[in-house]
């Protein structure tokens, strides 16, 4: 059955006052980087989130992980090669070998669904400061999705009402809510999440809406895609780690506010490798006490699965892809 999320309005200047908290924003950026909100600890994703979080980065932001690592520096597993569009392409070419058909059209509601919390809550902020009308996915469930809107029209300017223009595999009684829901946008409050089913969870489902003479089409993912059985059931995340398989850890930015990380710098992504033989653990990435890419080894981590010293830090991981120090997750593990 499906459900109207209840939440009372969060007035825009309080949603302003969360991107002085959110990792890497600047109010006076023009684009909204889904990938600086997400907020890594205690939230499994799958390598098709990855993609769609990598594919929807920004230029700027694929510019200082280029300066920073340079061009073999991984992004959620792809590497940044030499150019932004060619890190694009590369992103899509891993999308079609898994199969997945339409990943451009899917990439940002994919991207969006990973964000949870305050993350969510400063992405949302952020599309509200560049003004405009947008539209969501705030979460994937096992019955369908959770979808939200933030419309913030220029200043002076006339309330458009919002319009459904078509749809397809959605419940016509959730189409409804949604016409309900788009009549109860105000610019001066952020509206809470709308759930919503598809008719068909192996398909995807879409809605477009209007604006004035603006739509915005959502493509949403299918909730339950057909198995396919080409598909290799792999080993595990820690047990291909430990076997050599290279990775990249990122820690959140919250979590630098808590403990200390030495010279890794929260944020930032680093690349790297087990040595099973001698219990070596190799990264490299930004360093932030000498401002610059570096690479280390080290192998004070216990020789036990899940364990990772990150240059000299011990920290440990699980088969989720969460990293965790002294029992508090700070970030994740990610395999390239």
Known sequence: MSRMVISIGTTLATLFSLLSVAPGVALAQTECDPTKYFDSVGLQTFELQNLALAYNITEARWNRELQSGGANARIYGIPVGADYSSFRTRVMQRAETLNYSNFEQRSLALATSTLSGNGLSGYKACLAYNGGFDLLLEKMTASGYEISAVYVPPLNARRT????????????????????YLRSLRPERMSGGLAVRPIDATSEAMINIAVGQHSLPLTLPPINPPLNPTMVVLPTLIDRIRGGAPFTIVID????????????????????????????????????????????????????????????????????????????????????
């Open 161 to 180: 009402r919002a319009r459904i223009i078509n749809y397809a595999n959605l419940q016509l009684t959730d189409i409804k809510k949604i016409k309900k």
């Open 253 to 336: 930015e919250p979590s630098c506010q808590k403990m200390q990380f030495g010279s890794i710098g929260c944020g930032h992504l680093y690349s790297g490798q087990y040595n099973g033989a001698t219990n070596t653990w190799t990264i490299a990435g930004y360093n932030i006490g000498r401002k610059k890419w570096t690479r280390y080894s080290y192998n004070n981590a216990p020789n036990v699965p899940g364990a990772v010293s990150h240059w000299g830090v011990v920290m440990s991981f699980d088969n989720a892809g969460v990293l965790s120090r002294d029992g508090q997750g700070v970030g994740r593990v990610i395999l390239q």
